[in-house]
C-alpha cells in the first residue's frame, strides 16, 4: 500500500478494505489498492489505480479540467448494458501534494455507485 499523505488541505490514505465500483447496476471494478482523498467539508472520494481497470470499460474524452488536484481528463463509461458519459475523472498531472494520486481514478458519485467490504 501507497504511505499516507497530507497537506493542509487534503489528506490521502489507502481504503481498508475492497473497492467495487458499480455502475447501471453492474460491478466494473473490484480494487483491494484504492485511495480515500478527504478534505474539509467534502465528501471523502475514492480513487482507484487506473491498472485495476479493464481498459476496455473506459474511453477517454477530450475534455480535461484544471482541479485543484492538478490536470484531470474526463472518461466515458462503457458496460454491456449503458454508456455513461463523463463518467470518471482520470489525474494525469497531479498538484503539489497529491502526487499520490498520479494514474488513478474517481468515479463521479452522480454516475457510479462505490461500496467498500471487508477483505
Given at each position: ?30 480494487s483491494r489498492r484504492a485511495l480515500r482523498l ?61 502526487e499520490t494520486l498520479r494514474d488513478h481514478v ?14
Amino acid at each position: 500500500m501507497q504511505p499516507h499523505s497530507k497537506t493542509s488541505d487534503f489528506t490521502i490514505a489507502p481504503v481498508e478494505g475492497r473497492v467495487h465500483i458499480v455502475v447501471d447496476d453492474a460491478q466494473i471494478i473490484d480494487s483491494r489498492r484504492a485511495l480515500r482523498l478527504e478534505r474539509p467539508g467534502a465528501p471523502a472520494r475514492i480513487y482507484v489505480p487506473m491498472e485495476d481497470i479493464r481498459s476496455d470499460l473506459l474511453l477517454a474524452t477530450d475534455e480535461r479540467r484544471q482541479t485543484e488536484l492538478g490536470e484531470v481528463h474526463l472518461y466515458t463509461v462503457r458496460t454491456a448494458t449503458a454508456t455513461v458519459e463523463n463518467a470518471a475523472e482520470y489525474v494525469s498531472e497531479p498538484a503539489p501534494g497529491v502526487e499520490t494520486l498520479r494514474d488513478h481514478v474517481h468515479f463521479l458519485d452522480d454516475k457510479a455507485r462505490c461500496e467498500i467490504s471487508p477483505v
